[in-house]
């Protein structure tokens, strides 16, 4: 997928290296590797007779020596250097065996264009072969590429490329490693060279630095750089590409459209109304300072099962910008942190057919007081708690959190998977604290697995050089218990009317639709005057958490004709696209679906969901069969619409604020 390294190196053992690349170093550079000691007096002697007879000069040094050189000194050709590299040669020969020395010394040497080692050196020049799979005539041009990685690459120059491997088979002939006939089979053989650089052609994305920053923390600078860790992820590649096409395409949509031609945006009523957008800064980048200010996003997908990273977006293009907003934004999550106030509520013994007043509430700050307002800028009077999440009313969750005590709500949430630091205040029920879509992703798989919650890993194995095992995380963890199972199960419940009736009914999903038959829950959010837009949604066997907004918070999504975006209409089709990605052409499977709550442990009753209560026939449509814990559903009928006892009551909301409004002290109802 990636790799970082300082060098271009893949350490690897003599047997697994061809025997055709250790015969053809012992021939053409050390013909008595296995009978000196470091030095060979030999060669000293060949090279000066050579030096005398051509007035050029000849290097004597032996496979330990070039080894001690490339290990421990400076390149220059100083006597005091070749002194010292004679002591250090002899040094190493009595410190290791004849072999090891040469295993050292193939992973060690440079052959040019980034290679370092004969195994980078055999995939780069011979487009990710091995090692062991280079053939003669392979070998031996690699054999002689070390005297002059640049003068032989054969890119730049083929012809005294082919020249010096054959003469790297003449010399392999005449040693007696291989036979005339050998030598001229592969002398007339092309280079068939065909580069290839992964470190240079693989794309760094935001999920590899992700990966990169954990490693460097957890392992150090050196091991991750410099002693070939192999690293196996969690990622899915073609769900990342889903994902990425969802977020770019549907912001795409969004932004204002750039005509290069004027340089100007064009007008229109349905696009944002900040000039900017990717196409915009994509023509512009290299002649403009700073970060790019188009619209931004994020996607984090994980299987609630395993708590693996099966895909990650960390903003619209890497290159632009490497800030990962999937895990380094802080930011509000708005109504979608509801659920976790809703959580609380349900393990303390409300059921989603209990009553909460939507009506005006005065928190008093000190100094100061705080008025929560609904989106719609109204209040609803009674509500069940399905609706209240449904429809993301404010009030109502103001006090319901008030009711359940904020405390017990943070503690819950950080239960459930978020990490940031949640501040215990009020508005924490409208998710005034600052999260990052993994974590938020991560705090709802208890919703998706009856209550078992489990951390994000994006790492399935890590190895070292050598195929130690140095982390394994195939196996994946039981998960830890935040919910109990039917308090679990009847948060599902209310998380699925958030898309069956409520503010994410936009994702158009339905049983046996084009998302083969699985049923699917989720919340969306949207923070003051549209700084950011949120949805986090989860099938039984994924969960995705998606953020859009600018990076700059001032901005706010506003479309030209001044209409805001929330999470329900710039967020959710990015979530919707993604799940449509990923479930197209997949077989309806009838077994996929959310846990069912222990036996015995729910029951259901019709009600009014204006009073809670058993509902009459003149109810009408304020009648619905609801869920409650085992033994809460109510007892008694519906006293608001029952006519004959002359009770009935034609408003049942208060003004926008009374003096009820004013004076309110407690610190719930329900």
């Not at 690293?231 to 889903?242: A, H, N, S």
């Not at 000039?275 to 188009?294: K, M, N």
Request: glycine share 8%.
């Amino acid at each position: 997928m990636a790799t970082a390294c300082v060098e271009n190196r893949y350490p690897v053992t003599l047997e697994e290296v061809s025997p055709w690349v250790i015969n053809g170093f012992i021939a053409t550079e050390d013909r008595t590797f296995y009978e000196h000691n470091g030095i060979s007096l030999r060669g000293i002697a060949r090279a000066a007779l050579h030096d005398l007879r051509t007035g050029e000069r000849h290097g004597a040094s032996t496979i330990t020596q070039q080894l001690a050189k490339g290990l421990f000194l400076v390149p220059d050709q100083t006597i005091q250097r070749k002194i010292q590299e004679a002591f250090i040669a002899m040094e190493i020969e009595r410190q290791f065996e004849k072999n090891e020395i040469l295993e050292m010394y193939l992973n060690q040497i440079y052959f040019g264009a980034g290679a370092h080692g004969i195994e980078a050196a055999a995939r780069t020049y011979f487009n990710g072969s091995s090692a062991a799979e280079l053939s003669l005539a392979q070998a031996a041009m690699l054999v002689r590429m070390v005297k002059n990685p640049s003068g032989f690459n054969p890119q730049n120059n083929y012809e005294r490329c082919l020249i010096q491997r054959n003469v790297a088979l003449q010399v392999m002939a005449s040693e007696g490693y291989i036979t005339p006939v050998q030598a001229d089979e592969a002398m007339n053989t092309p280079l068939a060279v065909e580069i290839h650089r992964p470190e240079i052609e693989q794309e760094w994305t935001y999920f590899s630095e992700y990966i990169r920053k954990y490693l460097v923390n957890r392992y150090g600078w050196s091991a991750v750089y410099e002693q070939g860790l192999r690293v196996y992820t969690t990622l899915d590649p073609d769900m990342q590409i889903v994902a990425e096409n969802a977020l770019n395409s549907i912001l795409a949509e969004k932004e204002p459209v750039w005509d290069p031609e004027t340089g100007e945006f064009l007008s229109d009523s349905e696009r944002l109304r900040h000039e900017s957008s990717y196409a915009h800064w994509q023509a512009l980048r290299d002649t403009v300072s700073g970060v790019p200010d188009y619209l931004q996003g994020a996607l984090v997908a994980l299987d609630p099962a395993t708590g693996y990273v099966k895909a990650m977006v960390g903003g619209r293009d890497f290159q632009d910008s490497e800030f990962n907003r999937a895990v380094q934004a802080r930011r509000q999550p708005g109504s979608s942190f509801k659920p976790f106030v809703f959580a609380e509520a349900i393990e303390q013994g409300w059921s989603p057919g209990s009553t909460i007043l939507d009506q005006p509430v005065v928190v008093q700050m000190f100094p100061g007081s705080w008025r929560p307002r609904n989106y719609d800028h109204t209040f609803h009077g009674m509500v069940t708690l399905r609706t209240a999440l449904a429809r993301s009313f404010n009030v109502s969750a103001v006090r319901l959190g008030m009711a359940v005590g904020v405390e017990a709500v943070a503690a819950r949430a950080m239960a459930m998977g978020l990490t940031s630091r949640i501040p215990i205040v009020h508005s924490l029920s409208l998710g005034s604290c600052m999260v990052n879509p993994l974590e938020m992703a991560q705090a709802y798989i208890p919703f998706a697995t009856g209550g078992l919650a489990r951390d994000a890993v994006a790492i399935l194995r890590v190895e070292d050089r050598y195929g130690n095992v140095l982390e394994d995380n195939q196996t994946p963890s039981a998960g830890r218990r935040v919910l109990s199972e039917t308090g679990a199960y009847l948060m599902n419940s209310l998380l699925q009317s958030v898309i069956r009736e409520g503010t994410a009914t936009g994702a158009r999903w339905y049983w046996g639709g084009p998302y083969s038959g699985r049923r699917a829950g989720g919340k969306t959010g949207t923070t003051s005057d549209y700084a950011d837009a949120w949805f986090v949604g989860f099938t039984p066997d994924l969960v995705a958490s998606v953020w859009v907004g600018y990076d700059n918070h001032v901005v706010r999504m506003r479309l030209q004709n001044g209409r805001g975006q929330s999470g329900s209409s710039i967020a959710l089709p990015v979530w919707n696209s993604f799940m449509r990605g990923v479930f197209e052409g997949v077989p309806a499977d009838s077994t996929v679906s959310f846990p069912a709550p222990p036996p015995n442990s729910v029951e259901t009753a019709i009600i009014c969901t204006i009073t809670g209560k058993l509902a009459l026939e003149t109810c009408g449509e304020n009648t619905r069969q609801e869920e409650f814990w085992e033994g809460t559903a109510p007892q008694d009928y519906c006293t608001l619409h029952d006519y004959s006892a002359g009770t009935f009551l034609p408003d049942t909301t208060l003004p926008d604020f009374t003096e009820f409004d004013m004076n309110y002290t407690n610190h719930g109802e329900n």
